[in-house]
């Protein structure tokens, strides 16, 4: 055997082995599940054993939903979550202070919420620049706020016609007021941005898919693939390992003919050692926060009533075209009209490939009742929830939908009793991608740590071991990996979490604080803290 893990807990979610304690490894590859009586003689002369004491270990750790280099890419700059307007405004005006006179000033995280009222313009950070150009991703990775020097050095001076569902909002003037919405719009701006080297990515991915080992994650599904992204994997690879192991989905969008999909299709399984291509990720909306979901009835602003597509069919037919050659889809679908047409398009297909929705913010019941018909799985991240809207409402996704679609908003319970697998995840950097944090508000309905806060639908909130399950049997069920990882079973990949506490049985609030105190993917070891738990 290469490695022994043994601990007082070990929670293999498969049917049998719940008494287990110790998990032998060889080759990558789960070899032998037992007790701690049996290490002796499993035990080789170049064994490595670990015993964990009092910890439990569980199957390793998948998040269902990131962007590891577009993350890089995004979070350059002043992170500015949770600041309100005037801290947005010091943030950037320290920032600014630290550049030149000429370089951009880039920022991530922006809340629409710190306005009310009306939305974000250049006109709320142009004074605290000192004439630079910036560019500020709002949190929900589809727009993006510009200032009048951004604008005026990418030559964005009115509106512009796209192929999918973007804007540039101007004024009754006809002059963009900054607001962008939707990828093609924020490209204009983007693209005068100066490029970060693909060296300079792979550092930064490297750093924080290391993060996210630290913290249990052992895979990842990344719904993304950009033209840098191989040549960032293989670099990172050149001169050691991913921490974190990732299943790669380039993006489907408007505008793409079969030609277009054949390319596509032409890089499934390709990659390295820890990283490969598969599947492909389409939006069929946006986002409720900026007015770009797809709803049954607009919101109270009168907006989120267009497709991500101009011509939904056409999104249609791409998906009969994957699901036909056998590639499985993850689509971004967060309002009730985007839900229900994927869903209908995925019942049209022969179902030869697993298929997911992501997001899937607000939906009625009969929704719910459709999602139980087809073999497909909601991609959920709880956090989206919590840290992102008020009990009372006041929020601006609460304030946006009304409060009966409102409280139809992240559905949970309802589709996990209704028998449907839900994946979880973070959607990384949109969210903190700590699993402990996610666990615990998939539980909770609220911010785990913080007892003080108000349940948001409490009624949605799943059971400890529903939690686990998002992040490990349904989340490799989902992507067809059932076979290969999710349970501590022999012959399976050797990917291992283990939690100071048994995150099956830890009240929430504390399983947010608990240490992890190792990490195992494809049997080596990407994170380990020195001390046993006793």
């Known amino acids: ?55 439990t270990v569980t199957p390793g750790l998948i998040d269902a939903h990131i962007h590891p280099v577009l993350g890089a890419q995004l979070t350059r700059g002043v992170a500015l979550s949770g600041l309100d307007l005037d801290g947005v405004r010091r943030e950037l005006a320290v920032h600014a202070a ?30 605290v620049l000192g004439g630079r150009p910036a560019l500020i991703r709002l949190f929900d990775g589809h727009s993006a706020l510009a200032s009048s020097r951004a604008l005026e050095v990418a030559g964005v001076d009115g509106p512009r016609a796209f192929d999918q569902r973007s804007e540039v909002v101007c ?14 719009a924020i490209a204009l701006v983007d693209d005068a941005v100066p490029t970060p080297t693909v060296g300079e990515l792979a550092e930064r991915t490297y750093e924080t898919l290391n993060r996210m080992a630290a913290l249990g994650i052992t895979a990842a599904h990344a719904l993304e693939h950009a033209p840098q992204a191989s040549a960032v994997y293989d670099l990172i690879e050149a001169e050691g390992e991913l921490p974190v192991r990732l299943r790669c989905s380039p993006w489907v969008q408007p505008g793409t003919s079969e030609r277009d999909w054949e390319a596509v299709a032409a890089l499934q ?9 598969r599947g492909a990720k389409l939006f069929i909306d946006g986002t409720v926060d900026n007015g770009t979901a797809w709803l049954a009835e607009p919101d109270t602003l009168g907006e989120s009533m267009s497709p991500y597509w101009p011509d939904p069919e056409e999104y249609s037919r791409a998906i009969a075209w994957f699901d036909a050659h056998d590639l499985p889809t993850a689509t971004h679908a967060i309002g009730d009209r985007g839900v229900r047409f994927v869903l209908q398009a995925l019942e049209r297909t022969r179902g030869r490939a697993r298929h997911r929705i992501e997001h899937v913010e607000t939906i009625p019941d009969d929704l719910v009742d459709a999602f139980a018909t087809l073999p497909v799985t909601a991609s959920m991240q709880p956090t989206h929830c919590t840290d992102y809207t008020a009990p009372d409402g006041s929020d601006n996704w ?25 994946a979880l995840g973070s959607d990384w950097p949109i969210a903190d991608f700590d699993p402990r944090g996610i666990l615990a508000a998939a539980q909770l309905r609220r911010r785990g740590g913080a007892p003080e806060q108000v349940p948001l639908q409490p009624d949605q909130a799943i ?14 069920w989902s992507v067809g990996e059932e076979g290969e990882a999710g349970t501590i079973e022999v012959g ?9 506490v048994d995150p099956l049985h830890a009240p929430p609030d504390e399983l947010v604080e608990a240490p992890i105190i190792l990490t195992v993917a494809d049997g ?3 994170h380990e803290r020195t001390e046993s738990v006793r």
Do not use: C, Q
């Not at 789960?30 to 499993?42: K, L």
């Not at 004024?171 to 093609?184: C, F, M, Y």
């Not at 399976?492 to 100071?500: G, H, I, P, Y």
């Open 398 to 422: 609460s304030t946006r939908l009304g409060p009966l679609r409102a409280a139809r908003g992240w559905r949970i319970r309802d589709l996990r009793d209704a028998g449907v697998r839900v």
């Open 171 to 184: 004024g009754s003037d006809g002059r963009p007021t900054g607001l962008l919405l939707e990828s093609a």
């Open 463 to 476: 059971t400890a071991r529903m939690a686990l399950e998002g992040y490990t049997t349904h989340a490799a």
């Open 269 to 277: 399984g390709t990659g390295g050692r820890r990283w490969h291509v």
């Open 492 to 500: 399976k990949r050797a990917d291992l979490t283990a939690f100071t």
């Open 524 to 526: 080596a070891v990407t």
């Open 98 to 127: 630290t550049v030149e006179p000429d370089a951009w000033v880039l920022g991530w995280g922006l809340d629409p919420n710190v306005v009310r009222g009306r939305t974000l313009a250049a006109a709320d950070i142009d004074d």
């Open 1 to 55: 055997m290469d490695l022994i893990v043994s601990a007082d807990r070990i929670r293999t979610l498969a049917d049998a082995d719940e008494a287990a304690t110790a998990v032998a490894i060889r080759g990558g590859r789960i070899a032998a599940v037992g007790t701690r009586e049996d290490v002796s003689r499993w035990r080789g002369p170049a064994t490595r054993v670990v015993d964990l004491g009092a910890a």
